[in-house]
T-cell receptor
Framework: DAGITQSPRHKVTETGTPVTLRCHQTENHRYMYWYRQDPGHGLRLIHYSYGVKDTDKGEVSDGYSVSRSKTEDFLLTLESATSSQTSVYFC?????????FGQGTRLTVV | GQNIDQPTEMTATEGAIVQINCTYQTSGFNGLFWYQQHAGEAPTFLSYNVLDGLEEKGRFSSFLSRSKGYSYLLLKELQMKDSASYLCAVSWAAGNKLTFGGGTRVLVKP
């Protein structure tokens, strides 16, 4: 299995609090992605990175920010969590011909 | 922009063959991925196509036609464990942006 780890795996947080999810890779892949997956919507891209300090928005980026200060770590921050951000979050890493997913983080905002 | 379409659901019999189609419209196409996702789990990588033609990998094969914006995943000798969702994803743009279709749920019946 590809070396990609998400933390935490599960989190319950209150509305209005900031939350940071971490994605860590040991594959030295250039590209990293954050997705959310909700019933009826499939995987939707939040933000992605094409190198250290190089990031761009996906289709559902409002309310989220990211940072990538080193190759192996890609952080997703919910600035002020809302109930609509309750979801399963997946991180993915990609080389030129393959892309692998982390185990996912189940986030509940109450 | 991009638009990726695949059927929502398909049903097939154990031992049979099923073909899952994916059509896409995107700019700056780099390649196309297929994933399998069992309920409650992360997507797992199946194949990557960058050139036109058929790529065979055991019971699974994937085909790409870039001029038609079309791909299919062929599952042969279906087994009960193949019941899952199958996700088509397109890599596009200079930053290797990775966008997914809604997924096709395949149900294999005895």
């Amino acid at each position: 299995d590809a070396g990609i780890t998400q933390s935490p795996r599960h989190k319950v947080t209150e509305t209005g609090t900031p939350v940071t999810l971490r994605c860590h890779q040991t594959e030295n892949h250039r590209y990293m992605y954050w997705y959310r997956q909700d019933p009826g919507h499939g995987l939707r891209l939040i933000h992605y990175s094409y190198g250290v300090k190089d990031t761009d928005k996906g289709e559902v980026s409002d309310g989220y920010s990211v940072s990538r200060s080193k190759t192996e770590d890609f952080l997703l921050t919910l600035e002020s969590a809302t109930s609509s951000q309750t979801s399963v979050y997946f991180c993915a890493i990609s080389g030129e011909t393959e892309a692998f997913f982390g185990q996912g983080t189940r986030l509940t905002v109450v | 922009g991009q638009n990726i379409d695949q059927p929502t659901e398909m049903t097939a019999t154990e031992g049979a063959i099923v073909q899952i189609n994916c059509t896409y419209q995107t700019s700056g196409f780099n390649g196309l991925f297929w994933y399998q996702q069992h309920a409650g789990e992360a997507p797992t990588f199946l194949s990557y196509n960058v050139l036109d033609g058929l790529e065979e990998k055991g019971r699974f094969s994937s085909f790409l036609s870039r001029s038609k914006g079309y791909s299919y995943l062929l599952l042969k000798e279906l087994q009960m464990k193949d019941s899952a969702s199958y996700l088509c994803a397109v890599s596009w743009a200079a930053g290797n942006k990775l966008t997914f279709g809604g997924g096709t749920r395949v149900l294999v019946k005895p």
